[in-house]
T-cell receptor, first 110, second 112 residues
């Protein structure tokens, strides 16, 4: 069963706009990770936030984590056409296994 | 990620055939994983191995088996392939601890 559930399932924005994606999960976690997948290719790790962290930045990415609400958000600022991809949140528990959500399809229109 | 390779990249086979998917890594990681991806379902863990002598079932291990031949090699076998095993299969590796995973390019398997 999926631990993380992303929202929305699909998002279409104009180049230059910000994209916000949300992830909710059900049980306690050690960390939450976001991955990107370009069509039909392998997943690429974007950012990891630990359960004792509330916000983290990496370049144009900003991720937040609210453990009381069991939710996380990924913000991509100033989006580019190259950001078009599927984005997955994945939760890690004490045994280090990752449980992935179903993914969000982001389309950035030039 | 070129450090994690998968062979073959595409495979079409028939129901009942035995299939092996291979994964090799040059990252020096002890931990390796096999996932399958189906449209709309995200990634689901099939098997994982935390070192050469450690093999564990994941969420959907029925119909699959694995072999960890060396630290760098982790193979997934379908003993008797069936059509609902048609999917995209990914191998991944990670270091010890709760850290990121590095994915291979995937194997697209079609079972007719």
């Amino acid at each position: 069963s999926q631990q993380g559930e992303e929202d929305p399932q699909a998002l279409s924005i104009q180049e230059g706009e910000n994209a916000t994606m949300n992830c909710s999960y059900k049980t306690s976690i050690n960390n939450l990770q976001w991955y990107r997948q370009n069509s039909g290719r392998g997943l690429v790790h974007l950012i990891l936030i630990r359960s004792n962290e509330r916000e983290k930045h990496s370049g144009r990415l900003r991720v937040t984590l609210d453990t009381s609400k069991k939710s996380s958000s990924l913000l991509i600022t100033a989006s580019r056409a190259a950001d078009t991809a599927s984005y997955f949140c994945a939760t890690a528990r004490a045994n280090s296994k990752l449980t992935f959500g179903k993914g969000i399809t982001l389309s950035v229109r030039p | 990620d070129a450090d994690v390779t998968q062979t073959p990249r595409n495979r079409i086979t028939k129901t009942g055939k035995r299939i092996m998917l291979e994964c090799s890594q040059t990252k020096g990681h002890d931990r390796m994983y096999w996932y399958r991806q189906d449209p709309g379902l995200g990634l689901r863990l099939i098997y994982y191995s935390f070192d050469v002598k450690d093999i564990n079932k994941g969420e959907i291990s029925d119909g699959y088996s694995v072999s960890r031949q060396a630290q760098a090699k982790f193979s997934l076998s379908l003993e008797s392939a069936i059509p609902n095993q048609t999917a995209l299969y990914f191998c991944a590796t990670s270091d010890w601890g709760e850290v990121e995973q590095f994915f291979g390019p995937g194997t697209r398997l079609t079972v007719l």
